[in-house]
Nanobody, 117 residues
Framework: VQLQASGGGLVQAGGSLRLSCAAS????????MGWFRQAPGKEREFVAS????????NYPDSVKGRFTISRDNAKNTVYLQMTSLKPEDTAVYYC???????????WGQGTLVTVSS
């Protein structure tokens, strides 16, 4: 599986942004997808995940209620809708894929999100 993330950019605090992650392959629906982020000097952080069918989603408390993950299996694409953005959301955002309950083995190249105060 090859992943290509896009949609990052500069946004003011309180604003919104939608990230996209396009996947190659014909079995996209078999993969759980996730979004992670890494800010300068910090560890990579889990942001959201969605099951292959889209029926299950998970978020950490830091983004719950502000971020929404979704997927379109017909387009082999997963999205991350981010609202009420805060400066602390500034990071490089990565999408990732995993097969079943295995670890995330496939990673996109990352897209930079910068939230100005």
């Amino acid at each position: 599986v090859q992943l290509q993330a896009s949609g990052g950019g500069l946004v003011q605090a309180g604003g919104s942004l939608r990230l996209s992650c396009a996947a190659s392959g014909r079995t996209f629906s078999a993969y759980g997808m996730g979004w992670f982020r890494q800010a300068p000097g910090k560890e990579r952080e889990f942001v959201a995940s969605i099951s292959g069918s889209g029926s299950r989603r998970n978020y950490p408390d830091s983004v719950k209620g502000r971020f929404t993950i979704s997927r379109d299996n017909a387009k082999n694409t997963v999205y991350l809708q981010m609202t009420s953005l805060k400066p602390e959301d500034t990071a490089v955002y990565y999408c990732a894929a995993r097969y079943g309950a295995l670890e995330y083995a496939y990673w996109g190249q990352g897209t930079l999100v910068t939230v100005s105060s």
